[in-house]
């Protein structure tokens, strides 16, 4: 999609959000692209020291992070790659080359040395509570510190160590310094507390990471494939070649996409399409790898290898969404880089200048100020947008809607006007011939043929129906040309012959005003008319009619009642569009659009200051895709071109699923805000608390941590009820 695409000026980085993961890392003559796998890569914490170490690398030229999945893209040097593994090393870090292996589990610390750092600290309180000799709850604080915070006082090392500011460096020196004015228990039990609580947000984090994983186990890892000599044998299913015969039986999943051969049954696309019934399926019918087969037998033919099937495709397209920063996330991100060092910077002006200006106490105010760098962590603000984010791709992702980036799931609580191509769309996209009327020429038959041996050299659904109405033999076609939103042409046996609606008239000069009365007479009927013409006259009129798609008017219905308006954009004649907007319940309809009247639509929409989405097949309707500022694929399940450039892919023909969409992406708004504002709010009342005095290391651990779980808790809950 071009990178100008905006609704308002605040969304121009959406168009950023359809590209690859790598997209951002622009091409340099000579260099080479790495994915580094980072197991101890969970948050901005550890994204930001890697960024500090790696970024001043003279053979570093640039970096990109997915934090959900721990993995860093970076562009370096052809000889640079040992020096950047060795830099993320020196961090204490572990990099791996990410291959084709599927990614390991992040290694988790064990539990007891926790649970017991956690009956030293509640020991050292006791002992302070009983008023026991000071050496027993300072002995019980520093041990229970040990145990429980040496990891977190290395992660803080480093980082100071490199300019950085994270929670880490901000606890061990909270926890240091109460330790320096005496406070043993409380720093023992803030250290306890943090230590859990970062355990606790790790598993919420990988509940997150795990939405999207979860999709690669609806395959299964083996396929019965049958051999030369007829029998069958069970097969990796990455050892399986393009069109090979496999074999499923009820109640299995399928391996891989392929073509039915043998069999007829019911399969639940539900996984990749979204769709709430089976599908039958019979000889010629399409599968999906992931898919459940019912209750009969299936033979089918593989049409995708494993790392090809629209199951893979749509894996690594929700995995390259995620890497995406939503326009909230980039604010969220500029709002922390600046956040730190503000509240640091009022941590030591509250340590310095009461005691100084208005005769406080030392020790009063230090501990006010090692409050306030407990608070000074932005955590919890800014890991609360990617889990929304991600949690909302994977819901959208197993109800058939494969969503580019969260720049769009902010973006598709805004539209205004969703313009919809007709045939395809809202229609079945299956015309059949209705009428048939012979004009000139010898013979029906003979007429018939011409038309029906032009129509079958086209992929345009009337083409299909008249090609599909007659079973004569087909002539051969010489100089076959498309007319773009006219027909087509081309010389049979010598003479010249188009195919095409009433704009050939127009080209070809053969304005009759018998024949144009009988064509709007079919047209208000709602059908399409087709004219076959030689140069000199008309030989024959056709008509076909499409039928309405039964969700089409449920969606239309759906989405005006969502505040969002319809338009239907058509190259069909302007009567027939109007018939058929007037089913749907779409008001604004217009026909006769060539490729370009589309796209000067959509623009004139634009210019108006509305945010427009284009709903089309993602191939036809390409020109006005990109200048909407969201592009919908219809049918694109087994479609690479509609999944690699659709903005928002619907994987089935449910017109329903705009709607659900538009809900979906709005939620997500609310939960984005919500957190934003209980991150923020939280972070103020304990400011002034702290201030004020009356706030603890304790309780600014519970403040910070705390929130954290929270705000991940809430974006989980989308995974739950992003139920449209």
């Known amino acids: 999609m071009p990178a100008d695409r905006s609704c308002h000026a605040e969304h121009s980085c959406c168009a950023a959000a359809s590209a690859a993961p790598t997209a951002d890392l622009q091409p340099h003559e000579g260099s080479m692209l790495s994915r580094i796998r980072i197991l101890q890569m969970d948050c901005p914490t550890e994204e930001r020291l890697l960024r500090a170490r790696l970024e001043r690398r003279p053979e570093v030229l640039e970096l990109h992070f997915n934090l959900l999945q721990r993995v860093m893209t970076v562009r370096h040097s052809p000889q640079g790659l040992d020096a950047v593994l060795a830099a993320i090393d020196s961090l204490g870090f ?3 080359l990410l291959g084709d292996e599927p990614a390991p589990a992040a290694p988790m610390r064990p539990w007891w040395p926790l649970a017991v750092a956690g009956v030293l600290a509640l020991g050292a309180e006791v002992s302070h509570w009983l008023d026991q000799p000071g050496w027993i709850s300072a002995l019980l604080a520093l041990a229970a510190i040990a145990l429980g915070g040496l990891d977190t006082y290395r992660k803080g090392w480093v980082a100071v160590r490199q300019r950085t500011l994270n929670i880490n ?3 061990s020196i909270a926890v240091t310094g109460a330790v320096l004015i005496g406070q043993w228990p409380e720093a023992a039990m803030v250290m306890v507390l943090f230590s859990l609580a970062e355990l606790i947000e790790a598993r919420s984090l990988a509940r997150a990471r795990d ?47 392929g073509e039915v051969l043998e069999g007829r049954s019911s399969v639940d696309q539900a996984p990749i399409t979204g769709e709430s019934m089976p599908v039958d399926k019979q000889p010629g019918a399409d599968l999906y790898a992931g898919t459940i087969n019912q209750y009969g037998s299936l033979v089918y033919r593989t049409t995708a290898l494993a790392g090809g099937t629209t199951l893979a495709r749509i894996i690594q397209a929700v995995e390259q969404a995620q890497a995406q920063r939503a326009p909230t996330q980039r604010l969220v991100d500029r709002f922390a880089a600046r956040y730190t060092p503000a509240v640091c910077l009022l941590a030591l002006l509250v340590a310095v200048l009461p005691p100084l200006l208005l005769d406080g106490q030392w020790l009063d105010w230090v501990y006010r100020a090692l409050v306030l760098l407990v608070v000074a962590c932005p955590c919890a603000l800014v890991i609360s947008t990617p889990v929304t984010i991600v949690s909302a791709l994977a819901a959208g992702a197993r109800r058939g809607m494969l969503i580019k980036g969260g720049a769009y799931l902010e973006l598709g609580g805004k539209l205004d006007l969703v313009a919809l191509d007709k045939t395809g769309t809202l229609t ?10 012979l004009l000139a020429g010898d013979s029906p038959e003979q007429v018939q043929q011409l038309a029906t041996s032009l129509a079958a050299r086209s992929d345009h659904p009337v083409s299909r129906a008249l090609a599909n109405a007659c079973e004569l033999p087909r002539q051969e076609v010489t100089d076959f040309a498309a007319q773009p939103g006219q027909g087509v042409s081309g010389m049979i046996g010598g003479q010249h012959y188009y195919l095409g609606n009433s704009r050939l008239l127009k080209q070809l000069a053969l304005r009759d005003d018998a024949l144009g009365w009988r064509v709007q007479l079919l047209q208000r009927e709602g059908k399409s008319v087709v004219l076959l013409c030689t140069d000199e006259q008309v030989l024959a009129l056709f008509a076909v009619a499409d039928t309405l798609k039964a969700g089409s008017r449920d ?28 089913q749907v319940g779409i008001e604004q309809a217009r026909g006769n659009l060539l490729p370009e009247d589309k796209l000067a639509a959509v623009r004139a929409e634009r210019q108006r200051g509305r945010c427009v989405a284009m709903v089309g097949d993602g191939i036809n309707d390409t020109p006005a895709l990109a200048a909407a500022d969201m592009g919908f694929a219809m049918a694109a399940a087994g479609t690479d071109t509609a999944i690699e450039t659709a903005d928002v892919a619907l994987m089935d023909d449910d017109l329903r699923k705009l709607p659900a969409f538009i809900r979906l992406s709005r939620q997500t708004v609310r939960v984005l805000h919500q957190n934003i504002w209980l991150a923020l709010g939280c972070k103020a009342v304990f400011l002034a608390l702290t201030v004020a005095g009356t706030a603890t ?12 779980l929270l705000v991940v808790a809430n974006g989980l809950r989308m995974l739950r009820t992003a139920q449209g």
Do not use: C, K, Y
């Not at 494939?225 to 109640?251: F, H, I, N, T, Y």
């Open 697 to 708: 290391l304790w309780m600014a651990v519970f403040a910070d941590l705390g929130v954290s």
């Open 169 to 171: 460096a901000l606890m």
């Open 555 to 582: 969606a239309v219905r759906e989405l005006h009642a969502l505040g969002v308006e319809t338009l239907m954009l058509s190259g069909d004649n302007a009567p027939t569009v109007q018939a058929m907007a007037t």
């Open 94 to 96: 572990t990099p791996q």
């Open 428 to 437: 079945e996209g299956r015309p059949q011939q209705t009428d048939f009327e």
């Open 211 to 257: 939405a999207i994983g979860g999709l690669l186990t609806l395959a299964p890892e083996q396929a019965s494939v049958r051999q030369a000599d007829g029998s069958w044998v069970l097969q990796p299913v990455g050892e399986v070649p393009l069109g090979a015969e496999v074999r499923v039986g009820p109640g299995e999943r399928i391996a891989l996409d």
